[in-house]
């Protein structure tokens, strides 16, 4: 619904002043830092922070984490914080993934050596495209089959410890 002038001179609604925006706006910012902070969230969190952070295809980490979050209502700077931080893991496992996933799919490894990528890049677009495609899902594969049930493990891991070490003690 439309909101009529008359309406807004008269009777003045709560944070219309710059301040009172201002501080509508550094309220909503302090509920989103302290959205998803209880210790199960919490290791929600940082189990899929960590499972979209080591996913093999760079460029949707940082997507699946934020539609994670939003969905899920964890905290957004918990989640792409360790997304961030799995970059390095990200990076070390790619190779060992791709060559691992290969054998699974029963295809040659990614060529790596000069000798390789030269005939490979003369042999044409589409035989790059599947070469890589096929690593590229092989690395996907073995991200599956390792990664979500070792997320299932540290997520419960994680939420008993934090339950123990964040909850309030229960004597009073």
Known sequence: MSEQPSDRTTVPAA???PAGRLAAGWSALARQ?????????LAECVAYGALFGMLPLPGLNSILCAAVAI???LNMAIIQA?????????IALFLPMA???ARILNQPPIPLKREEI?????SGLL??????GTGLLGAVIVWALIGIPLTWLSY???????RRTLSPSKAS
């Open 156 to 162: 419960l891991t994680l939420r008993a410890i934090l």
């Open 127 to 132: 035989t790059v495209i599947k070469t890589l």
């Open 15 to 17: 944070g219309t002043s």
């Open 33 to 41: 830092f302290r959205q998803g902070t209880d210790p199960d969230r």
């Open 71 to 73: 969905r899920r209502q």
């Open 99 to 101: 060559w691992l996933g």
């Open 82 to 90: 360790v997304n961030w931080l799995a970059l390095i893991p990200q």
């Open 118 to 122: 030269g005939p490979l890049l003369k």
